[in-house]
């Protein structure tokens, strides 16, 4: 595999970090009617007991198949989903379609604005230290850059193409914009904008993420790395 297109695939992750879409409290108010639903199967309050499902607190950001105490189908355990804003509406649109073999016999949820109500919903099911941590630090990010992104990319106004195009000032553009850069074609077609959801669930499994993608960065496995690098990168303007 070309260094290159490698590249292309980490910067596509950075770049994500950028754009975040409103949310309002009526959004999160009709999010939480619609939630009553789930309630016949989870528990959505911290700490909640695993019911017929597994209780559901807290799991933005979060690996799919790991709550504790909770048997979970070889599907979802062995699935290595990590829960972002973009896989979690597309489960619950039609959940057997997304993951086959998965137990869960919800039939789906159809309307994508009920989708993204319910989804403003569950972004407040977090306990406070997350919140704080969701928020990052661009301080923290740079050092998390260095280590991770630096080889690969340059960050400053007017910086080279190294193996992966230069990420100054990315925030809210599409996808493989940079001109010069030879990127992969499943980002080519993909018709992201790299919002801060695309950029977090990109960054914590990028072949998961997007299917075809020719990035082999392994992904950030902690929720404060993630919003670290995502808040470094918002200041880069």
């Known amino acids: ?64 198949g ?11 355990a062995s699935s290595d989903i990590v829960w972002n804003n973009n896989n979690f509406t597309d489960f619950i649109e039609k959940p057997k379609k997304f993951l086959k ?3 869960m016999g919800y039939a789906g949820l159809k309307k994508a604005t009920k989708r993204a109500d319910l989804l403003a919903y569950f972004e407040t099911l977090r306990s406070e230290n997350l919140r704080k941590v969701v928020a990052g630090n661009a301080t923290d990010g740079t050092r998390v850059a260095e280590k991770h992104c630096n080889v690969c ?40 904008i790299w919002t801060d959801d695309n950029l977090l669930g990109f960054l914590a499994n990028p072949e998961q993420f997007l299917k075809g993608t020719t990035a082999r960065f392994p992904g950030l496995k902690t929720a404060k790395q993630k919003a670290d690098i995502l808040a470094y990168m918002k200041s880069l303007k």
């Open 1 to 64: 595999m070309k260094l290159t297109n490698i590249i292309s695939t980490c910067v596509a992750g950075a770049v994500l970090m950028m754009a975040s879409s409103a949310v309002y409290a009526d959004d999160i108010d009709k999010g939480k009617k619609l939630a009553k639903k789930c309630t016949g199967c989870h528990t959505l309050n911290e700490g909640g007991k695993n019911r017929l499902g597994p209780n559901l607190y807290g799991i933005l950001g979060q690996p799919a």
């Open 66 to 76: 790991k709550v504790k105490g909770y048997k979970y189908s070889k599907a979802m």
């Open 101 to 103: 073999g998965t137990k």
């Open 153 to 192: 990319h340059s960050f400053e106004k007017g910086g080279k193409v190294v193996f992966g195009p230069n990420l100054f000032n990315m925030a809210g553009k599409p996808a493989a914009a940079i001109k010069g850069f030879r990127y992969s074609r499943a980002l080519t077609n993909s018709n992201l």
